[in-house]
């Protein structure tokens, strides 16, 4: 595993951004798996203008999201979808055709499920995979549980993700209690891990996670495995990480 240590959270997505643009330029037709949160806004802003600088061509990348709300048209401004065309997409040459966010529409949670695990395989798989983390350890919307998830799923979201989520929304009811996420092991089968983290109320999860025993019960830990992570963080993120590292 690999820790680079950003002064601040802008500087933090300087480097997350500059990993992701190295990923385009060395293979321009990849797969980019992307993230939402509040995390990588900066590493967004990033690669916005890296490409209006003309360092960056996002026209063959094909990209996968981790994960929506279930009941979320990609119009509300709360979707997932919404929050990657805004923040991203509407601001590179990507075709949009080719970024894929799981259907938060589908009520049937098992066709949703089938048709985006249907969607990952036929990209062939992830080149780079972008994380954030939640306080209790989620990935994606993968929740602490009693065991690791495999494909995509349809998850009730903890009263922790509920109200760390519920910022975003007018009021807390407005928060969907239920969302799809890609699951973990096909998360593990991205090439490459980028987990991104920023401010001091993650640095006691990053240690857990990247330090602590590997449990479904800290979903993230299980990163631990995979022979390819690179871990990018402001200085409040990994500060407790990096004095047991
Ligand atoms: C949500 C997303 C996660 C994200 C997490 C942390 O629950 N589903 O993918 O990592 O929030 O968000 P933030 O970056 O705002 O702390």
Excluded: W
């Excluded at 995390?39 to 061509?57: F, I, R």
């Amino acid at each position: 595993m690999k820790i680079y240590c950003g002064d601040n959270y802008e500087a933090m997505g300087r480097i997350a951004g500059n990993i992701i643009a190295a990923q385009v330029i060395l293979k321009p037709d990849c797969v980019l798996g992307l993230a939402t949160g509040s995390t990588p806004l900066s590493t967004y802003k990033t690669l916005v203008e890296k490409y209006e600088n003309g360092d960056l061509d996002f026209s063959k990348v094909t990209s996968v999201n981790l994960d929506e709300y279930k009941g979320l048209s990609g119009d509300n401004d709360q979707s997932y979808r919404y929050f990657m065309n805004t923040n991203l997409f509407n601001h590179i040459n990507i075709d949009k055709s080719r970024t894929f966010v799981p259907n938060g529409l589908e009520p049937d949670s098992e066709k949703a499920c089938k048709e985006y695990d249907a969607v990952v395989a036929s990209v062939g798989g992830v080149d780079i995979q972008l994380l954030g983390i939640g306080h209790n350890g989620h990935i994606a919307f993968n929740e602490p549980a009693p065991f690791f998830s495999k494909g995509t799923q349809c998850v009730d979201l903890t009263q922790s993700t509920i109200d760390a989520n519920k910022r975003f929304f007018e009021k807390e009811e407005d928060v969907p209690r239920q969302a799809y996420t890609m699951g973990i092991g096909t998360i593990m089968s991205a090439k490459k891990i980028l987990l991104i983290a920023a401010g001091e109320e993650k640095a006691d999860i990053m240690a857990k996670a990247f330090a602590g025993p590997i449990t479904p019960e800290v979903p993230a830990s299980v990163l631990q495995l995979h022979p390819d992570v690179t871990v990018v963080g402001d200085k409040a993120a990994l500060s407790k990480l990096l004095e047991l590292v």
